[in-house]
């Protein structure tokens, strides 16, 4: 073993001996995410979804940006669509990569700023489309918490003006994967897409890395969201994977060009 792959092994055991102590000290802990500029993570996420009777599932690489940290630590982030494989009664097609959507995001996740491209045959309309992007990330708090702690935030809801998503968290400790230790956070989410009953519920269980508060990997489910063909439930499961390395070696290709001022949400 090399100096530097031995200097990350202790780092990696300090973390994971230091992340058991204060779990089982139950001791209070900041959640915070922190951003990098030009960081990239990139995920695999695999999507079991039905609507109208029709079930397909998804298998969808994704690599994630950040372009900007702006002088108040929000984040402008590039979300990249890499291409996917979609199974339908099946036969399996293979999906071309989307263009990028830009977020922004503050210090505990909120979306603050929000771009997606224009699309010739959209399933989602605009707003629902911004309603799962202010609902699909973990949103934080600023007050420390133990295990068992939970906390609530509203969140404006894009599909009805004047409403509200309501996003209840718990931080349900920290746990062990792969030999790495991770703070484990619940999420729930609501809102109501028409003036009746209708209303999308997010529930999933999010794995972040205590270093810097990112995704490492997720799981749940969502229901209720309204498409052109009907309202359509899904389950999720999504993993960060290496930085794809083109053959013989090299740095990931990079990103499509970018408007880097998104609108506002």
């Not at 998804?58 to 929000?74: C, F, L, M, T, Y």
């Not at 992007?133 to 009805?160: C, F, H, Q, R, Y």
């Not at 400790?173 to 999308?200: F, P």
């Not at 960060?240 to 001022?261: N, S």
């Amino acid at each position: 073993m090399n100096r530097i792959a031995f200097l990350r092994s202790l780092t990696a055991a300090a973390v994971v001996l230091a992340a058991g102590a204060a779990f089982a000290e139950d001791a209070p802990i900041k959640l915070s995410r922190t951003y990098k500029p030009k960081a990239e993570i990139r995920y695999h996420a695999d999507i079991k979804a039905s609507v109208s009777g029709t079930d397909v599932e998804v298998a969808q690489e994704s690599r994630e940006i950040i372009q900007e940290v702006k002088p108040n630590g929000d984040a402008v982030i590039v979300h990249a669509d890499e291409g996917s494989k979609m199974t339908l009664n099946g036969a399996v097609q293979e999906q071309a990569a989307g263009p990028p959507v830009v977020e922004t995001r503050d210090h505990v996740g909120k979306l603050v700023g929000y771009k997606a491209p224009e699309r010739a045959q959209a399933v989602f309309t605009p707003e629902v489309e911004r309603l799962m992007a202010v609902l699909s990330s973990t949103i934080l708090t600023d007050k420390s918490v133990k295990a068992g702690d939970t906390w609530a935030t509203e969140l404006d809801n894009p599909i009805l003006k004047g409403k509200k998503a309501t996003v209840k968290g718990t931080f349900v400790g920290i746990e062990t994967v792969e030999g790495m230790a991770y703070w484990k956070v619940k999420q729930h989410a609501e809102a109501a897409t028409d003036t009746q009953t209708g209303k999308v519920v997010y529930d999933y269980t999010a794995w972040l890395d205590p270093a810097d508060g990112h995704l490492t990997r997720m799981q749940g489910t969502v229901t209720g969201i309204p498409t052109t063909f009907g309202n359509m439930d899904f389950a999720l499961k999504m993993k960060q994977v290496p930085l794809a390395v083109p053959a013989g070696g090299g740095t990931p290709p990079p990103l499509p060009a970018v408007d880097p001022k998104p609108a506002a949400p």
